[in-house]
């Protein structure tokens, strides 16, 4: 393309005149001045306007601007520069670019200036429109192109046409891009080569550009040699002939830009796509569109594999209808067509010949008649390499077992995105099913259920319907829960959950709201129905459970309420029903009740009672009331029990046995102890500072109180608060704390005995009264309980087993204090039978301490009448 020439300098030194010295070639060359790094100082007007630009436009520009891109880095360029640099000068054809974009020949002879030191400080560049012989030998385009050195080394796809339309040279890229040789091309026409394929007016557009000699550039989807498809960048330059203005011939550069189309085109699209939160299916569809539109040979089909191995098409907007359907729930295997079987293998399958192929055969008759002979599945898979689905290709070409770098690109992209839809859809569902569903039994959560409900209600309304709603509460529960273990009780419920959705119809919705409770709604029931609904399920729920080895029966408590009799809304039927469902319990465990008006009232004077009581605890709204124990053989006083009274200026007096459970239920029970506790020893402090001979305090505790690990540890605190010694408090629990088998409760009661503070076990004789936890928890007390006390005048039987109560207490080293003495027989029968304390009316009542100071008194004075 050019020749080096030495100049004539001896030292081998570039000499050259200088710019003032070619003024006389500035008249018919173009000239160009470059400073020491390339780049333009100065260029005359023939220069300007052989290139078409302003002089601004091109000072300070680099030299290699000017050429093509690929010339410019073309090692020979970057030879001739550093022989300038050096020195050498050079001169050569070369293709610049017009300042429009179309590509000049220019003859160009390169100077280089060098200073009084003989460092080059400037190159000149004397340019001319390249000679007629010249262009002549360059339009010889076998002779151009072994001129045009950067076709031959650079990998570009090159192809030049000649002014006819014939291909007269085609690159080493070029065949390597597309398949093509020159010599297979006589005769083709480079638009009918290339762009055969695409829209006819897009067609024209570029014949009719190319025609009027202007520069082409655009991107195409194209076909190669074998069919495969690429989309390209296209660009051709005209070459123009100077002296007939004709196109003499086109250069054709095709840059393959498949990946970066895939890019834009498909994987931006479903990105934008699933940001934008569009439904799975939409997504999936928007991938097969998008495949089939880069590349129209193939269908483009999408399944989802589920966690049994089952196969679910998704999209496939492509595809037969008629044909996805038959893939519904087709389970995965080694020889399951295409998409079964890689999903089975976690391998890409292909098939060539599906009329051939034996995993194809079961679906042959449904797929050959449309026209497919191919199909390629590849496995789509989660971040954790499991199979999720699968993404397939389906061919009605012959398929070689090569396959095209574009499908195989499309498929790697393709399976990329699904497997990112899929598994977002898996993270919402997840998300969906922990907002929506319980986790332990899979079944609708409080949420949904109110949202099921709501609809149900809503659609009721419409067709004048009625709707039941059953509470479902599982009796003793916590029992299961604390006796056996949380695992048990867990199991339990999941078969609960499972009894009840087998019992139910399948418009009825069960779910569970919280721990033991479960709501179940059954649309379109009238209360005979209902009825038979929960007689049958509470049979269900009453066979035997078999739990790891134990065998337990639980038993239900169910409350109804019914739309629109007992409620208009949502939270009002769910109250409704819970009410309902309270109100069986108090009547016993596995019963049920519909929800009836008078109940409302009920549960509304419970909630302001429990509001009240809440208000009282914290706020010091209760008071205790002491009842005297005495000493039989001495008549002393053995202690005083505390009793809480409450009264209320709205309530009244509200009586123990009735704040007391509700304090139970409502979680006050615990808090209410330790304020009892308190309050007695200061109590007691007070009448030990006064010197009243009170020896001992007992205060109820309930056994929940036991529970808390810090219970004893509060009490050792109450106690040094007042001043008191241990011996001075007495707890009283029921035997019910027998029955708890909460964890804590053992650790508290040896605590709290280590520290001192006597237990008694109080109402003996009612309930569990097991001797051998009398004998294994560290009780000081037995209280006989006041129903035997009640009997023993007239009842023989309770006569025996008061005395046989004594002689427990006895043999375990326990005082046992009757309480309930109301009559002299009583006080007599018991004194017979060795009880050493009595506490009860026939001596006192709880009193107020005033009272108890009042009665003290008294009872002093008749002791010194007596005395007299
Ligand atoms: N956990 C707590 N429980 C408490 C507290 N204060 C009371 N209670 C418990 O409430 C139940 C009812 O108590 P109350 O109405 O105070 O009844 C007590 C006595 O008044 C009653 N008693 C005493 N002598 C007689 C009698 O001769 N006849 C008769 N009919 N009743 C009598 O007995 C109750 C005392 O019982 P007990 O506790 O079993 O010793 C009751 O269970 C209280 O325990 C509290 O602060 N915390």
């Known amino acids: 393309m050019y020749e080096k020439t030495h100049n004539a300098g001896s030292n081998g030194q570039g000499v050259t005149p200088a710019l003032s010295q070619l003024q006389a070639l500035d008249d018919v060359l173009a000239i160009a001045e470059f400073d020491g790094n390339g780049c333009v100082r100065q260029v005359n007007d023939n220069l300007l306007n052989l290139f078409g630009y302003q002089a601004a436009e091109v000072i300070g520009r680099h030299h290699s601007e000017f050429c093509l891109p690929d010339f410019a880095r073309h090692p020979r360029y970057l030879v001739l520069w550093q022989d300038l640099m050096r020195g050498i000068s050079g001169s050569g054809v070369i293709i610049a670019f017009h300042k429009t974009g179309r590509l000049i020949w220019v003859d160009v002879t390169w100077v280089p200036v060098a200073d009084m030191s003989g460092k080059i400080t400037s190159v000149l560049a004397l340019v001319r429109p390249a000679t007629d012989q010249t262009r002549h030998d360059f339009e010889q385009p076998a002779l151009m192109y072994q001129q045009f050195q950067v076709a031959e080394v650079i990998h570009t796809a090159v192809m030049v046409s000649d002014g006819d339309g014939y291909i007269r040279y085609v690159s080493k890229g070029f065949t390597q891009l597309l398949g093509w040789e020159i010599n297979g091309l006589n005769g083709i026409n480079p638009v009918e080569l290339l762009l055969s394929g695409i829209d006819e007016s897009a067609r024209q557009a570029v014949i009719r550009e190319l025609s009027a000699g202007e520069p082409l550039e655009g991107e195409y989807l194209i076909q190669d ?38 890019y834009e085109t498909l994987q931006q699209q479903v990105l934008e796509a699933l940001v934008q939160e569009r439904p799975l299916v939409d997504v999936l569809e928007l991938i097969c569109n998008e495949v089939e539109r880069i590349a129209p040979d193939i269908t483009a089909t999408i399944l989802e594999l589920d966690n049994h191995g089952r196969l679910f098409p998704l999209a496939g907007p492509g595809m037969a209808k008629s044909f996805s359907r038959q893939l519904e729930g087709l389970q995965i295997g080694p020889d399951v067509g295409s998409c079964g079987s890689a999903a089975w293998f976690n391998h890409p399958v292909l098939v060539t010949d599906i009329a051939t192929d034996p995993r194809w055969e079961p679906f042959r008759d449904q797929i050959l008649p449309l026209g497919y002979i191919g199909c390629w599945s590849t496995p789509v898979c989660n971040n954790q390499g499991k199979v999720i689905g699968t993404f397939a290709f389906y061919f009605r070409q012959p398929l070689t077992e090569r396959i095209s770098l574009l499908h195989q690109y499309l498929i790697d992209v393709s399976t990329h995105l699904c497997s990112l839809a899929l598994t977002r859809e898996h993270a919402r569902q997840r998300i969906s099913q922990l907002a929506f569903y319980d986790s332990l ?132 039927l769910i109250q409704h029903a819970d ?290």
């Open 225 to 262: 040699k074998n069919q495969h498809r690429h989309w390209v960048r296209l660009v051709c330059y005209p070459i123009v002939n100077t002296h007939t203005r004709q196109v003499s011939h086109q250069v054709w550069m095709v840059h393959s830009v498949t990946h970066s189309k895939i």
């Open 441 to 572: 039994t899979g079944l609708p959560n409080r949420s949904l259920l109110q949202a099921k409900l709501d609809q149900e209600v809503e659609a009721a309304a419409h067709r004048n319907e009625a709707v039941a709603v059953l509470f479902i509460d599982l009796d003793r529960f916590k029992q299961i829960n604390d006796s056996y273990s949380h695992q048990l009780g867990d199991d339990v419920l999941v078969q609960v959950a499972q009894r009840l959705q087998c019992a139910l119809r399948v418009t009825d919705i069960a779910g569970r709201l919280s721990g033991d409770e479960f709501l179940v709604v059954m649309p379109q029931c009238d209360k005979n129905q209902v009825q038979e609904a929960v007689s049958r399920l509470q049979a269900v729920l009453h066979e035997p459970l078999e739990l790891s080895g134990t065998s337990l029966s639980v038993t239900a408590t169910v409350g109804i309420a019914m739309f629109p009799n007992d409620g208009k809304t949502v939270d009002e």
């Open 579 to 868: 009410l309902a469902m309270s109100q069986a319990k108090s009547c016993g465990r596995g019963q049920w009740a519909f929800f009836s008006n008078d109940m409302g009232q009920t549960a509304q004077e419970r909630m302001r009672l429990e509001s009240a009581l809440r208000q009282a605890v914290k706020q010091g709204g209760l008071q205790l009331y002491y009842q005297p124990q005495i000493t039989l053989h001495d008549n002393s006083i053995y202690g005083v029990e505390a009793l809480a009274r409450w009264y209320h200026p709205e309530f009244g007096m509200v009586p123990p046995s009735r704040f007391i459970p509700l304090a139970q239920e409502c979680g006050l029970i615990a808090e209410l102890g330790i304020w009892a506790m308190d309050t007695a020893c200061a109590q007691l402090a007070e009448w030990q500072t006064q010197g009243i001979p009170i020896p001992a305090v007992s205060v109820n505790l309930s056994s929940t109180s036991f529970h808390d690990l810090s219970l004893p540890d509060t009490v050792a605190k109450i106690l040094e608060k007042h001043g008191l010694e241990p011996h001075h408090l007495t707890l009283e629990l029921t035997e019910s704390v027998l029955l708890d088998s909460n964890v804590n409760t053992v650790t508290c009661l040896n605590e709290v005995n280590a520290l001192g503070v006597r237990l008694s076990m109080d109402d003996f004789g009612t309930g569990y009264s097991s001797l051998s936890y009398l004998r294994r928890l560290p009780f000081s007390e037995l209280k006989l309980d006041r129903s035997f006390v009640a009997d023993l005048e007239n009842d023989e039987i309770a006569c025996s087993l008061s005395k046989a109560i004594m002689g427990i207490g006895e043999s375990l080293h326990l005082t046992v204090v009757a309480e309930g003495v109301e009559t002299c027989e009583q006080f007599n029968r018991l004194r017979d039978q060795g009880y050493p304390v009595v506490q009860g009316y026939l001596l006192a009542r709880p009193m107020a301490p005033q009272s108890l100071l009042a009665w003290l008194d008294e009872r002093q004075v008749i002791a010194s009448l007596q005395g007299n």
